[in-house]
C-alpha cells in the first residue's frame, strides 16, 4: 500500500493502479522530498505531475506546502486513482487532474507557469518522446523551474535539450532521479547577482 510520507496529508493511503504503472516508493519519495525540502523547492511550488500514475509525487508535494499540483496520466485507471486520491486529501482545489499523452500535454502551449516538475515515465519510454516533451514543456515552465526525471539505474542519461541545465543526479535502489533547472539563455538564478 502506497502512502503520503509528511506533511499535512502524512500517512494518508493512496489508490495505486492494478497495473501499467511503478509507483515511486515510499523511502525514494522521503529522499527525494528531503532533498527539495532542502532546496527550498516545495512552499507555494506550482507542480506538474506528468506520468502521474497514482498522483503521489504531485500530492506528496502539495501536502509539504506547494500551492497546487496537476496530475497528468494517458491511462483511464490511472487518472480514475489520481481523482479517488485527490479527492481523499479533502482539498480537491489545490489539484488540476488530466487524461492526456504526456508529449501532446507538452506540447500544447502555456498549460501552465510550474516551478517544479516530477516526469516519472515508465523506464522503457523511448528516448526520442522524452526530447519531445522535454523540448514542448519549455511553455509551460518559469524561468529556473526545477525538473525531477526518475529513470532506472541501468538507463543511459537522458539527452537533455537546449535550456535545460543538469544539477546533479542520485541513485536510490533501482531509480535514478536526475535534478534539472530550465535555465532560457543558459542564466540561472543565482548567476543573476
Same mark, same amino acid.
Given at each position: 500500500m502506497t502512502r503520503i510520507v509528511a506533511g499535512n496529508?502524512?500517512?494518508? +493511503?493512496?489508490?495505486? $493502479? *492494478?497495473?501499467?504503472?511503478? &509507483?515511486?516508493?515510499?523511502?525514494?519519495?522521503?529522499?527525494?522530498?528531503?532533498?527539495?525540502?532542502?532546496?527550498?523547492?516545495?512552499?507555494?511550488? +506550482?507542480?506538474?505531475?506528468?506520468?502521474?500514475?497514482?498522483? *503521489?509525487?504531485?500530492?506528496?508535494a502539495v501536502s509539504r506546502g506547494a500551492a497546487q499540483a496537476t496530475l497528468v496520466d494517458f491511462g483511464a485507471a490511472a487518472v480514475t486513482c489520481c481523482k479517488a486520491n485527490v479527492a481523499a486529501t479533502g482539498k480537491p482545489a489545490q489539484f488540476q487532474v488530466l487524461r492526456a499523452d504526456a508529449v501532446k500535454f507538452a506540447n500544447n502551449p502555456g498549460m501552465g507557469n510550474y516551478t517544479l516538475v516530477f516526469l516519472d $515515465? &515508465?523506464?522503457?519510454? &523511448? *528516448?526520442?518522446?522524452?526530447?519531445?516533451?522535454?523540448?514542448?514543456?519549455?511553455?509551460?515552465?518559469?524561468?529556473?523551474?526545477?525538473?525531477?526525471?526518475?529513470?532506472?539505474?541501468?538507463?543511459?542519461? $537522458?539527452?537533455?535539450p537546449a535550456?535545460?541545465?543538469?544539477?546533479?543526479?542520485?541513485?536510490?535502489?533501482?531509480?535514478?532521479?536526475?535534478?534539472?533547472?530550465?535555465?532560457p539563455n543558459g542564466l540561472l538564478e543565482d548567476e543573476e547577482e
Open positions: 496529508f502524512r500517512g494518508r +493511503k493512496l489508490s495505486v $493502479p *492494478a497495473s501499467g504503472t511503478r &509507483p515511486t516508493s515510499e523511502r525514494v519519495r522521503e529522499a527525494l522530498f528531503s532533498r527539495l525540502e532542502t532546496w527550498d523547492e516545495l512552499q507555494d511550488a +506550482k507542480v506538474l505531475d506528468l506520468f502521474a500514475g497514482s498522483g *503521489a509525487l504531485g500530492i506528496e $515515465p &515508465p523506464y522503457d519510454f &523511448p *528516448a526520442k518522446q522524452m526530447i519531445q516533451v522535454l523540448e514542448g514543456l519549455r511553455s509551460h515552465l518559469v524561468d529556473n523551474a526545477l525538473l525531477v526525471v526518475e529513470t532506472s539505474t541501468r538507463t543511459a542519461e $537522458p539527452t537533455w535550456d535545460y541545465v543538469l544539477e546533479s543526479s542520485r541513485d536510490w535502489g533501482e531509480t535514478r532521479a536526475w535534478f534539472v533547472t530550465y535555465a
